[in-house]
């Protein structure tokens, strides 16, 4: 029903600051949910971020205070700001929607000095 389509990633110092953005192929008003994941090498998918239509948000511990996701429904677009970035954040991240049902391609983050 949806294709996402991430961009954004690439090479960052720590400390520094990406944004990430996720471009959906159909209108996303009526997606409840939409949210980021990522996965590091080895290692399972693990949660970032989610944001509801009415923009309620929640974030995984790890990046609360340091990521905020945001959605513009009439773009088709949902996003995230990543600032304080650290080594540990250095991942493929997916976009996705539909309670998990569409998923993005990933776009890499990688986070070194």
């Known amino acids: 029903q949806v294709q996402l389509v991430e961009s954004g990633g690439g090479l960052v110092q720590p400390g520094g600051s990406l944004r990430l953005s996720c471009a959906a192929t159909r209108s996303i008003f009526s997606i409840d949910t939409m949210g980021w994941y990522r996965q590091a090498p080895g290692e399972q998918r693990e949660f970032v971020a989610a944001?509801?239509?009415?923009?309620?948000?929640v974030y995984a511990h790890s990046v609360k205070g340091r990521f905020t996701i945001s959605r513009d429904d009439a773009k088709n677009t949902v996003d995230l700001q990543m600032n304080k970035l650290k080594p540990e954040d250095t991942a493929v991240y997916y976009c996705?929607?539909?309670?998990?049902?569409?998923w993005g391609q990933g776009t890499q983050v990688t986070v070194s000095s």
């Open positions: 944001i509801t239509n009415g923009g309620d948000t």
């Open positions: 996705t929607s539909d309670n998990n049902k569409y």
